[in-house]
C-alpha cells in the first residue's frame, strides 16, 4: 500500500470517529499527522484537514461527476458511514457533504480548542 492509499485508509478511520475520541481515543496517529502537517509546523489545521479530504474526494471520485456513489469508497467506509455522511440521503456524497463531517470530526478531536490536532 503506497503512503496515499495508507493516507485514505485515514478517512474511514476519520470519518465518524467522534465517538471514539469523545471517549478520549484518536485514530489520529503520528504518521497522518505528519502526512496531513503540510506546513511541518507540528500541528494539523482545520485548512490542511480539509485540503486533505478534497484531494480525497477528487481522487476517489473517478468517473469525475461531483460525487461519490457506494461502489467509488469501497471499504474505505462502512454502509452506516456512507449513509450518515450522505446528508440528503440521495445516495451519493458530495464533496460538501464529506467536508461537513470532516468539520465536524475534527472538532470533536480538537479536544483542548486550540483549533489545530497536535
Known amino acids: ?3 496515499y492509499q ?3 485508509s485515514f478517512v474511514a478511520a476519520t470519518l465518524l470517529a467522534g465517538s471514539a ?3 478520549g481515543t484518536t485514530p489520529l496517529t503520528q504518521q497522518h499527522a505528519d502526512f496531513l502537517d503540510q506546513n511541518r509546523d507540528g500541528a494539523v489545521s482545520p485548512q490542511e484537514y480539509n485540503s486533505y479530504l478534497s484531494n480525497a474526494f477528487r481522487y476517489l471520485d473517478v468517473d469525475g461527476n461531483g460525487s ?3 461502489s467509488e469508497v469501497g471499504d474505505l467506509l462502512s454502509d452506516s458511514q456512507f449513509s450518515a455522511i450522505d446528508g440528503n440521503g440521495n445516495g451519493r456524497v458530495s464533496q460538501q457533504e464529506l467536508l461537513g463531517q470532516g468539520q465536524k470530526d475534527f472538532a470533536t478531536a480538537d479536544r ?3 483549533g489545530s490536532l497536535r
Open 1 to 3: 500500500m503506497n503512503h
Open 6 to 8: 495508507t493516507a485514505l
Open 21 to 23: 475520541m469523545a471517549q
Open 68 to 70: 461519490l456513489s457506494r
Open 112 to 114: 483542548d480548542g486550540s
